[in-house]
């Protein structure tokens, strides 16, 4: 859809932003931890997802889901987590921006807690063996990863997952009312067959999520 007029008012300056939402809340202050406590560490053992926000350091931006079995972020210290990498499609979308610029940003989420922990942070990418190899799952080890060095880290409160309904049952929607991703890829790039992809895709969640 394209617009067809400009947006107006627009806030273009710190000031202005300020004035337009007024003080911080002191607790929002407060709250703002720069290691992890024991309530941190223990969302993270419990955090299947999470959404990995970085840059390209000349405004390019981007955010990347990163799941697997509770706890896969490992807590290194009280300032740093390991983020192991699980096979993909090969984008690196999130490595090549933290090669550019290393400021990263993740939103951690646990299924049925509408509060969620926000880190930002410094991250570098790993290929250290040793270091990743506690992150094996299924005999595969993850070769690579992210090494996040914590500059921020508070709670988030619930407002947008209980405005959502994210994890209420009765939100979700039928599967079949929105088409398969193999189909969708299919009619993007007119490189395949719906049929071809879909049965790609099926064989990649099968066999190849490690």
Same mark, same amino acid.
């Given at each position: +859809?394209? +617009?067809?007029?400009? /947006?107006?008012?627009?806030?273009?300056?710190?000031?202005?932003? =300020?004035?337009?939402?007024?003080?911080?809340? /002191?607790?929002?202050?407060?709250?703002?931890?720069?290691?992890?406590?024991?309530?941190?560490?223990?969302?993270?053992?419990?955090?299947?997802?999470?959404?990995?926000?970085?840059?390209?350091?000349?405004?390019?931006?981007?955010?990347?889901?990163?799941?697997?079995?509770?706890?896969?972020?490992?807590?290194?210290?009280?300032?740093?987590?390991?983020?192991?990498?699980?096979?993909?499609?090969?984008?690196?979308?999130?490595?090549?921006?933290?090669?550019?610029? /290393?400021?990263?940003?993740?939103?951690? +989420?646990?299924?049925?807690?509408?509060?969620?922990?926000?880190?930002?942070?410094?991250?570098?990418?790993?290929?250290?063996?040793?270091?990743?190899?506690?992150?094996?799952?299924?005999? =595969?080890?993850?070769?690579?990863?992210?090494?996040?060095?914590?500059? @921020?880290?508070?709670?988030?409160?619930?407002?947008?997952?209980?405005?959502?309904?994210?994890?209420?049952?009765?939100?979700?929607?039928?599967?079949?009312?929105? /088409?398969?991703?193999?189909?969708?890829?299919?009619?993007?790039?007119?490189?395949?067959?719906?049929?071809?992809? @879909?049965?790609?895709?099926?064989?990649?969640?099968?066999?190849?999520?490690?």
């Amino acid at each position: +859809m394209t +617009m067809t007029t400009e /947006p107006t008012d627009l806030i273009d300056d710190a000031d202005a932003l =300020r004035a337009h939402f007024g003080p911080v809340n /002191p607790l929002a202050e407060r709250k703002l931890l720069t290691r992890l406590d024991q309530f941190c560490r223990d969302f993270i053992a419990l955090s299947p997802f999470l959404v990995v926000a970085s840059s390209d350091g000349q405004g390019g931006a981007d955010a990347s889901p990163r799941g697997d079995a509770p706890g896969f972020v490992r807590v290194l210290d009280d300032s740093t987590l390991l983020i192991p990498d699980r096979r993909g499609n090969n984008r690196v979308d999130t490595f090549g921006n933290i090669l550019a610029a /290393p400021g990263i940003g993740l939103i951690f +989420m646990v299924p049925g807690i509408n509060e969620t922990l926000r880190i930002n942070g410094r991250a570098s990418v790993t290929r250290d063996s040793a270091l990743l190899e506690p992150s094996t799952v299924r005999e =595969r080890p993850a070769l690579t990863g992210l090494v996040v060095e914590i500059d @921020e880290v508070f709670f988030h409160c619930g407002k947008a997952l209980i405005r959502s309904k994210l994890w209420d049952p009765a939100a979700q929607v039928e599967r079949n009312s929105f /088409p398969s991703l193999g189909r969708i890829i299919a009619e993007q790039t007119k490189a395949i067959s719906v049929a071809e992809s @879909e049965a790609n895709l099926e064989e990649a969640y099968r066999s190849r999520l490690y």
